[in-house]
Nanobody, 129 residues
Framework: LQLVESGGGLVQAGGSLRLSCVASGGTLDHYTIGWFRQAPGKEREGVAC????????TYADSAKGRFTISRDNAKNTVFLQMNSLKPEDTAVYYC???????????????????????WGQGTPVTVSA
């Protein structure tokens, strides 16, 4: 399974971006997908996850109320809608897929530890003040 993120860019504080994660070489139906981010000099952290079945989601506290994760299995794509962006959201954003991941896993909303089956290359997001 290969993942490719897109949709990052430069935006002013208060603006919005919609990130996409498109899969190839397999289908996302049976994978839980997570969005993670890594700011310069900081560790990778979970932003949001969405389950393969039922669409249950979980969010980091920093993302609640501003970000929305969704999936379109027919298009093999997962999205992260980011609204009310803040300068502290500046980071490289990655999507990752794993069949064993659940939304209850702490990596979905905190520091990343461990291993996930597939990662994208990342898309940079810069939020200016």
């Amino acid at each position: 399974l290969q993942l490719v993120e897109s949709g990052g860019g430069l935006v002013q504080a208060g603006g919005s971006l919609r990130l996409s994660c498109v899969a190839s070489g397999g289908t996302l139906d049976h994978y839980t997908i997570g969005w993670f981010r890594q700011a310069p000099g900081k560790e990778r952290e979970g932003v949001a996850c969405i389950m393969s079945s039922g669409g249950a989601t979980t969010y980091a506290d920093s993302a609640k109320g501003r970000f929305t994760i969704s999936r379109d299995n027919a298009k093999n794509t997962v999205f992260l809608q980011m609204n009310s962006l803040k300068p502290e959201d500046t980071a490289v954003y990655y999507c990752a897929a794993d069949k064993r991941l659940t939304t209850g896993n702490p990596v979905c909303s905190g520091p990343f530890r461990g291993y996930l089956e597939a990662w994208g290359q990342g898309t940079p997001v810069t939020v200016s003040a």
